[in-house]
């Protein structure tokens, strides 16, 4: 396997480790073989029960133990959909999936010291799996971050640092550090998506090796769009499933890059404005792979919606008294959902998958305001 530079073509072999071109745009795998359906490991339960078609090396993979989430069947506004528990996950987010590839990958290349922007879940993740595999980790956070995310992250062992201003100026000034320390983002570290593509393959093993008519994920940078693509274009290939689910992405109106250049009905960036919103998971002014989740979601048959603050906070609390608590970036997922049910765009009838990504643990204080939550006294 090797890297391919998404503006020049060229061509990089994948034995030293890189995070973008010499030209300094992001960087490619080539469509992976995927497997068939006999070649799973079904005596493991992580994600590495789909290594035979992973690009990095199982002797090399650090895990613990990701993968596996329900698959929770329930009524939304009367249609059945199913939910994908991704909150489940060791550090309780779905960047677990990415992460142990990653990190598995990095440490067979050599690399020992790992820098990472995130608004907390990214950082979580990294910080743990540097820690499996011994590895030193600096996460530059924004100072608005969640307590509790800062906390988990430091707890492993990280050095956390936190940045004045928005999402934005986090990615920025990792940027700059990234000439000091290897910088293991995983919006430009293509073995991030090379991780989150085995989404694919359990939501394919769990429906009866079938694909879903429809997948909706939060969408921010876009890694389980891009994970989902590359997952069900392999199956696809490897004459597994006979058709792609249609890929649907979700952000926040008050940060909705994807969602204006969706409108716009090409792939340039669209300038767009931006203001403060709860679900600041996905908060990306200036997404690194914007054009390639365009053209997924384009592509398999989807679209990509934006809902505004008060949806987000419904969607929150209905998923609430359904037993599922999450927090508030991936309740946007079902706030889309809403929408899209009441178009007609998505139907009773169709399997449809509404992958929820983050724990509501990890924005309690948060959830408690937004949903005016008090205690009764005796």
């Known amino acids: 396997m090797s890297y391919i530079d998404s503006v020049s073509g060229t061509l990089y072999p994948d034995d030293t480790a890189r995070w973008c071109g010499d030209s300094g745009a992001y960087l490619n795998l080539a469509p992976g073989v995927g497997l068939k359906r006999g070649e799973i490991d079904t005596g493991d339960r992580s994600v590495w029960r789909y290594a035979r078609a992973l690009e990095v090396d199982r ?6 133990g990701e993968g596996g989430t329900p698959l929770l069947s329930r009524n939304w506004q009367g249609t059945p959909v199913q939910f994908k528990l991704e909150f489940m996950m060791p550090t309780g987010s779905f960047k677990d999936r990415g ?55 430091a707890a492993c062992g990280a050095d956390v640092v936190t940045v004045r201003g928005t999402r ?39 429906l009866g090796f079938r694909a879903p008519d429809n997948v909706i994920t939060p969408l921010g940078y876009g890694s389980n769009v891009l994970g989902l693509d590359r997952g069900f274009d392999e ?24 969602h204006a250049t969706w409108q716009s009905g090409g792939e340039v960036p669209v300038p767009v404005t931006v203001t403060p919103t709860v679900a600041e998971g996905i908060a990306s002014s200036q997404p690194t792979r914007l054009r390639e989740v365009v053209r997924a979601v ?22 609430a008294r359904m037993g599922l608590y999450v927090e508030p970036t991936c309740a946007a997922a079902a706030a889309g959902l809403t929408q899209w049910l009441a178009s007609g765009v998505i139907r009773t009838g169709e399997t449809t998958v509404v992958v929820l990504t983050g724990s509501g643990l990890k924005s309690s204080e948060r959830i408690g305001q937004l949903l005016n939550l008090q205690p009764r006294t005796m």
């Open 235 to 258: 199956l696809l290939r490897n004459g597994e499933i006979t058709r792609m689910p249609k890929i649907f992405g979700v952000q926040a109106a008050n940060c909705a890059p994807c």
């Open 59 to 64: 002797r090399h993979a650090v895990s613990l």
């Open 99 to 153: 992460m142990t590839v990653m990190v598995s990958y990095l440490k067979s290349r050599g690399i020992d010291y790992v820098l990472e922007d995130s608004s907390g879940n990214a950082g979580a993740s990294l910080s743990a799996y540097a820690a499996a595999a011994g590895m030193r980790c600096r996460i530059l956070v924004p100072e608005t971050a969640s307590y509790p995310k800062i906390a988990q992250i």
């Open 298 to 319: 384009r592509r398999s048959g989807g679209a990509i919606a934006a809902v505004s603050e008060n949806e987000i906070v419904s969607a929150l609390g209905a998923l």
């Open 168 to 206: 934005q100026d986090v990615a920025d000034a990792a940027l700059r550090m990234s000439s000091e320390i290897f910088y293991a983002s995983h919006n430009w570290q293509p073995f991030f998506v090379e991780g989150t593509k085995t989404l694919a393959y359990e939501l394919w093993e769990s």
